[in-house]
Each structure stands twice: as structure tokens, then as C-alpha cells.
């Protein structure tokens, strides 16, 4: 069964920064694209940024651009998003999914990925 687990979010200071994992179990990372998504309450979940299974092929919202660095280390099975400069419109649950490879399109879809993480939250204050 895929699993998602994302861990590393917390209450930052703005100008700050973060690191969160994604880490998959039962499965292995190789065959699958994943993603960063948001939501802050009232909004609709957006892509954040997203890596593909290679790790060649990068996405990055423009709110997020020079900011945000997606990164993968396959032989642990994980997922991270480096984030900085951090500005409280960044505050949000941060999910990461996956999606396999055949599926891989750009810019990313919601609907199209699928196992999900529980979300971790991340705050930043003004």
C-alpha cells in the first residue's frame, strides 16, 4: 500500500526557512513523479512544486520561483522541499503525492496524483 508521510513543517519567522520530507513506504520511489501541494484555509489546494521520477524534470509555481528547491534521494526513498524566504503567505498544510511516471505532465494536476500524505503544517509570522 503507498504510503506518504511529510514531516518538517513548523512556525518560522518571516525571512526564514524550512526543510520538509516526504517519505514513501510500501513502495518504491523509483516509478513515481511526486509533488508538493498547499492549502491554506478557504483556498484551493495548489501545486507547489513537483520532481519527476528521474529527478531531471522540475516545477515551480511562480509564487514560489527562487525560493523553493525540490530535491530526491531515491536510495532513501524521500522527497524534500527547501524553502526560504519564507513570507506568511506561504502559511499552509504542505501535502506531498505521488504520481506515476505515465502520468507525469506538467503543470501539475491535482486529480492526476495519488497516494497522499496527512499534511504537515507550516506558519510563518510577519
Not at 511529510?6 to 518560522?12: A, N
Not at 525560493?67 to 506568511?88: E, W
Not at 503525492?97 to 499534511?119: C, M, N, S, T
Request: net charge neutral; hydrophobic share 35%; charged share 15%.
Amino acid at each position: 500500500q503507498l504510503q506518504l508521510v511529510e514531516s518538517g513543517g513548523g512556525l518560522v519567522q518571516f525571512g526564514g526557512s524550512l526543510r520538509l520530507s516526504c517519505a514513501a513506504s510500501g513502495f518504491t520511489l523509483d516509478y513515481y513523479a511526486i509533488g508538493w501541494f498547499r492549502q491554506a484555509p478557504g483556498k484551493e489546494r495548489e501545486g507547489v512544486s513537483c520532481i519527476s521520477s528521474t529527478g531531471d524534470s522540475l516545477y515551480y509555481s511562480d509564487s514560489v520561483k527562487g525560493r523553493f528547491t525540490i530535491s530526491r534521494d531515491n536510495a532513501k526513498n524521500t522527497v524534500y522541499l527547501q524553502m526560504n524566504s519564507l513570507r506568511p503567505e506561504d502559511t499552509a498544510v504542505y501535502y506531498c503525492a505521488a504520481i506515476p511516471v505515465y502520468k507525469w505532465r506538467l503543470p501539475p494536476h491535482v486529480a492526476d496524483f495519488e497516494a497522499w500524505g496527512q499534511g504537515t503544517q507550516v506558519t510563518v509570522s510577519s
